[in-house]
């Protein structure tokens, strides 16, 4: 299959080949998606295929309004306020299934699905040219760091899927939050920008965070992306480690490994520039460049440990440290 490089110019395009059945790679402001209609268990199987994805790991259904996801869900009033304070932006909404709406290659075989609606503009002009719900799932191979580039999309996707449409690098860098509304107490099933606060805040009630107490076992099949398999993980080695230790690690550091840290760790590193990517001053900006780094050390052959720094745990930096852990497999430097 030739993949076709479109850009944001070529909506109707996208959304040709997504009413055809075709699997299209679409940005998003957290990283790039892999969409295909959610109404055709063709094009679903086509995206797992894509993917190399294990069947029972569900997929989001993405809408560019909420009016399209109405057909096949029951919206709690809770779940109305989510969709008010936060959409279009970066949460994903679990939600009980309308009998016979939603098909189970979509669900993973549970009565429940997740919704998201994207803040990118590009991303709904797709989705309205398509005229159904689409999944979106990440547009890389399962179990590899995310794309934020479309060339990150074609290093995986090529000749995989019909189209990839370029908007340039995403915002946010990490998955969005998905928050899971069909149980009593909600639950956050995956952390992103969105946080566990600002979903207090809006619903008045506590949310349960079960991102660090919570694992899947192998015969369950888990309610949202990321909760079972592995993800998020370069074939390099990726080590985390604590800005308190930089001087130590740099003491252990040779010629193939490299660091990932902030600015002003890698000012006490003083490593050549060769040896190092920046993650910026900001919680934002190491979020939004984690994946990207991972990804142009996992692909340079003369690398052979990745060192990323951690961050504070508050805000996005808990969602950036979730991915860091999986990517890692949770080693860490010590001293």
Same mark, same amino acid.
């Given at each position: 299959m030739e993949t076709e490089l479109l850009t944001t110019q070529d909506v109707q395009r996208a959304g040709a080949l997504l009413k055809a059945g075709e699997v299209v790679a679409f940005p998003t402001e957290t990283v790039y998606g892999l969409g295909a209609d959610a109404t055709n268990d063709a094009a679903v199987k086509k995206v797992f295929l894509a993917k190399n994805r294990p069947a029972d790991n569900p997929l989001i259904m993405t809408v560019a309004d909420v009016e399209q996801l109405t057909p096949f869900v029951t919206i709690s009033e809770a779940a109305r306020q989510l969709m008010t304070a936060f959409w279009p932006g970066s949460l994903t909404i679990i939600m009980p299934i309308k009998p016979d709406?939603?098909?189970m290659l979509v669900t993973g075989?549970?009565?429940?699905v997740a919704f998201r609606l994207p803040a990118n503009e590009? =991303?709904? =002009?797709?989705?309205?040219?398509?005229?159904v719900p689409i999944v979106g799932p990440s547009?890389?191979?399962s179990g590899k *760091?995310? *794309?934020t580039t479309a060339q990150h999309v074609w290093h995986d996707m090529q000749g995989r899927i019909a189209a990839i449409v370029d908007d340039g690098p995403t915002e946010v860098g990490?998955?969005?939050t998905v928050i899971d509304m069909s149980t009593d107490t909600p639950t956050i099933l995956r952390p992103g920008a969105v946080t566990q606060q600002q979903l207090e805040a809006v619903l008045q009630q506590p949310v349960f965070d079960a991102t660090s107490t919570t694992s899947v076992a192998s015969h369950v099949t888990p309610k949202a992306p990321g909760m079972k398999y592995r993800h998020y993980a370069p074939d390099k080695t990726v080590v985390m480690f604590d800005r308190l230790d930089a001087l130590a690690l740099r003491s252990t550091l040779t010629a193939q490994d490299v660091v990932m840290a902030q600015d002003d760790t890698l =000012?006490?590193?003083q490593l050549p520039m060769t040896q190092t990517w920046s993650l910026g001053e900001t919680l934002e900006?190491?979020?939004?460049?984690?994946? =990207?780094?991972l990804r142009f050390y996992d692909e340079t052959p003369e690398v052979a440990t990745i060192y990323v720094e951690k961050m504070p745990p508050i805000g996005i930096g808990k969602a950036y440290n979730n991915r860091l852990a999986k990517a890692a497999g949770n080693q860490e430097f010590t001293i």
């Open positions: 709406q939603v098909s075989g549970l009565q429940t590009t =991303a709904r =002009a797709v989705i309205r040219a398509a005229g547009a890389n191979t *760091p995310s *794309p990490v998955e969005s =000012a006490i590193l900006s190491a979020t939004e460049q984690l994946f =990207a780094g």
